[in-house]
């Protein structure tokens, strides 16, 4: 079965394939990076627009790369949500009429599902049971993950999440876009304890995080004074040193508490490489072990939803996804 995945929920057009018995084909995503730049952050009304500039030059790519025609398309899944609402309709239309052209079945997937799949497309996977930690640009959660489908919400960011947290302080900072990279960049170059910020709610005694106040405690460090290279890169290191001890002492919490030995990791922050060291030891002295996907498949794809897609329909469950037009910007992912 040859299924066609279509991510369109924010600044990437991502589209795939991916073959339930030889696996993936073939990806591509068109980052819009340089289009959002000067604005600091992503327009929506941009964003939509660009998906529909990129989707079709993408799908001949995607098609050229798995050696497929359109004809051997046996389903097509999409990002239904959560999203910008532009954004999504481009790929739920683009998804629903190439189906309905080619005459085959169309899955609506849920974008956070994509991400904690992901890791069950490298070489070496989990299997279910596991904890997954969801550390994107729009979430920060913890979750069971019994099977596809079977998700149970273990606790999560009651205000930013962390990659959010990343980006706002790295643009209060004054660096680059987008910020959580760069942000991660700098971290590396400083020395964390020199200046000193909080570890929010790393005592609390559940399961929840909370990252606003982070970023106010950076910029009550700023506020004074101008900070020069050398201290912006200190202060960096340690916002990142806050935000990796509490995901990390977090997570292993979540595994000891559900008495599960693996853990994914998944979202865009999941690329950050002090966040895997510090996960790597804590499992490690745990007894647990960590999963990833690949690099490249950590930020927004196509593989991932196209992968999700083929899952759901081996098992033949289809989402209860599509409000109007196909698309639930907010979703949550126990309702799938
Ligand atoms: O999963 P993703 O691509 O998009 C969402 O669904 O949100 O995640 C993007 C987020 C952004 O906030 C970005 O700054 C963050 O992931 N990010 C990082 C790193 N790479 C991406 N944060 C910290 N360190 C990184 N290396
Ligand atoms: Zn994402």
């Known amino acids: ?144 993950v019994s099977g596809v489908g079977q998700y149970a919400l273990l606790g999560e960011t009651l205000d930013d999440a962390a990659g959010e947290a990343f980006d ?15 942000l991660a960049r700098l971290a590396e170059q400083g020395q964390a304890g020199r200046f000193s910020l909080p570890r929010p709610m790393l005592h609390s005694g559940d399961l929840s995080f909370s990252f606003s106040g982070l970023k106010t405690a950076v910029l009550t460090q700023v506020r004074n004074r101008e900070p020069g290279a050398a201290d912006k890169a200190d202060l960096c290191a340690e916002f990142q040193a806050a935000i990796v001890e509490v995901l990390v002492a977090k997570a292993l919490a979540a595994l000891k508490a559900s008495g599960l030995k693996q853990l994914v990791v998944a979202g865009g922050v999941g690329a950050n490489r002090a966040l895997r060291a510090a996960l790597d030891a804590g499992a490690q002295a745990a007894g647990a072990r960590v999963f990833y996907p690949e690099m490249e498949l950590c930020t927004d794809n196509g593989a991932m939803i196209a992968f999700a897609g083929a899952q759901r329909l081996t098992l033949g469950l289809t989402a209860k996804a599509a409000g109007g037009f196909g698309i639930r910007p907010r979703w949550n992912l126990q309702e799938t």
Not at 64 to 86: M, Q, S, V
Not at 168 to 182: D, E, N, S
């Open 1 to 144: 079965m040859l299924v066609l995945g279509i991510e369109s929920s924010c600044d990437e057009t991502g589209l795939a394939f991916y073959d339930s018995g030889r696996g993936l084909l073939a990806h591509a995503v068109h980052s819009q990076i340089d289009l959002h730049e000067a604005y600091g952050g992503v327009v929506p009304e941009l964003a939509s627009r660009d998906h529909v500039r990129r989707i079709v030059p993408l799908l001949r790519k995607v098609l050229a790369e798995a050696g497929a025609g359109l004809a051997d398309i046996d389903a097509i899944a999409y990002t239904a949500g959560p999203g910008l609402a532009g954004a999504l309709l481009v790929g739920a239309g683009f998804a629903e009429a190439l189906a309905c052209a080619l005459k085959v079945p169309v899955v609506p997937v849920h974008h956070l599902e994509g991400h904690l799949l992901s890791p069950l497309l490298s070489a070496d996977p989990p299997c279910f049971p596991f904890v997954a930690l969801l550390v994107s640009g729009g979430h920060t959660q913890l979750m069971r």
């Open 168 to 182: 706002k302080t790295a643009k209060l900072l004054g660096l680059g876009y987008p910020g959580g990279p760069q």
